[in-house]
């Protein structure tokens, strides 16, 4: 009842095959393994953990002017995506400004 029918799919010469229908469960061995299922004993005192990363002065010093320089660069990209997207917006305004005062001069017949 709850398994899907799924339709024979004709091949482009014609044959229809069948597709392969699954196999019972109950036929299926488990092949057997050859380690040891135990669990592993936990470690009696946990290891100290060392940070990975160690920063000097001067390594904190380049960390510290590398993000300032991202975000300043980061900025500068967006401010200047900003400047261009008003600049296009004024131009088309003065366009349609042109346009409409053309349109109005076409229509009084000058």
Same mark, same amino acid.
């Given at each position: 009842m709850f398994r899907p029918r799924i339709p024979v799919n004709p *091949?482009?010469?014609?044959?229809v095959a069948p597709l392969v229908q699954?196999?019972? =469960?109950? =036929?299926?061995?488990?092949?057997p393994c050859h380690h040891s299922h135990a669990p592993t004993p936990a470690q009696a005192t946990? $290891?100290? #953990?060392?940070? /990975?990363?160690r920063l000097t002065p001067t390594g904190l010093?380049?960390?510290? /002017?590398?993000? /300032?320089?991202l975000v300043l660069l980061v900025g500068t990209v967006l401010v200047s995506l900003l400047l261009a997207v008003a600049i296009t917006g004024a131009?088309? /305004?003065? =366009? $349609?400004?042109? *346009?409409? *005062?053309?349109? %109005?001069?076409? #229509?009084?017949? %000058?």
């Open positions: *091949l482009p010469t014609g044959i699954p196999t019972d =469960s109950t =036929s299926i061995e488990p092949t946990p $290891a100290v #953990q060392v940070p /990975a990363i010093v380049t960390v510290v /002017a590398g993000g /300032a320089g131009s088309v /305004a003065v =366009s $349609a400004v042109v *346009l409409r *005062l053309l349109v %109005r001069d076409l #229509q009084k017949g %000058r």
